[in-house]
T-cell receptor, first 113, second 115 residues
Framework: GESVGLHLPTLSVQEGDNSIINCAYS??????FIWYKQESGKGPQFIID?????DKRQGQRVTVLLNKTVKHLSLQIAATQPGDSAVYFC????????????FGKGTKLSVKP | DGGITQSPKYLFRKEGQNVTLSCEQN?????MYWYRQDPGQGLRLIYY???????QKGDIAEGYSVSREKKESFPLTVTSAQKNPTAFYLC??????????????FGQGTRLTVV
């Protein structure tokens, strides 16, 4: 989701539940997408990526779903753990003039023990 | 260990001073980037470099300068012209230049505070 001002969207889940974090991307020409995890005071870490010729990709405990029709990306985390608490960013690469990743504002995931 | 290193982790600057943030990578990556992150916001691109001795402005380059004299180094100078420099600065690198569909690897960031 989109953030307003200084407040990030927050998702609060119970430990052991599944989490779903959503992201709407901006450019229909984007062909590569990444999810990053950022813990407080640290740099973003790569979680999983997906190319536009796919609609689903699975990793260890994580799954990314891509719906190009509505320009929507989601990250599913199975059996969420306290260590999963962080801000999660999606990024899109449309290979534009800068050829770099365009980042969403992020969603804060809070896991309750 | 291979990686990307930013220093210092915390930096304090007086108004009117220039400061330089260091970013070094030993991943042999061609492309390097500087981003700025403000509370509750996504990453905004300041400058990027796809090859040694070449760099391009990003979305918010005003008040910043960079150099790319060596492949492994991409220092960022925050000048006195930057009106609101207090932020978290992130350096990143990627193995392929423009258009390559690869992830960016990030450093641990430098938190700059103007006092």
């Amino acid at each position: 989701g989109e953030s307003v001002g200084l407040h990030l969207p927050t998702l609060s889940v119970q430990e052991g539940d599944n989490s779903i974090i959503n992201c709407a991307y901006s450019n229909s020409a984007s062909d590569y997408f990444i999810w990053y995890k950022q813990e407080s005071g640290k740099g973003p870490q790569f979680i999983i990526d997906i190319r536009s010729n796919m609609d689903k990709r699975q990793g260890q405990r994580v799954t990314v779903l891509l719906n190009k029709t509505v320009k929507h990306l989601s990250l599913q985390i199975a059996a969420t753990q306290p260590g999963d608490s962080a801000v999660y960013f999606c990024a899109e690469n449309y290979g534009g003039s800068q050829g770099n990743l365009i980042f969403g504002k992020g969603t804060k995931l809070s896991v309750k023990p | 260990d291979g990686g990307i290193t930013q220093s210092p982790k915390y930096l304090f600057r007086k108004e009117g001073q220039n400061v330089t943030l260091s970013c070094e990578q030993n991943l042999n990556h061609d492309a390097m980037y500087w981003y700025r992150q403000d509370p509750g916001q996504g990453l905004r691109l300041i400058y990027y470099s796809q090859i040694v001795n070449d760099f391009q402005k990003g979305d918010i380059a005003e008040g910043y300068s960079v150099s790319r004299e060596k492949k492994e180094s991409f220092p960022l100078t925050v000048t006195s012209a930057q009106k609101n420099p207090t932020a978290f600065y992130l350096c990143a690198s990627s193995p392929e230049p423009r258009g390559g569909n690869t992830e960016a690897f990030f450093g641990q960031g430098t938190r700059l505070t103007v006092v």
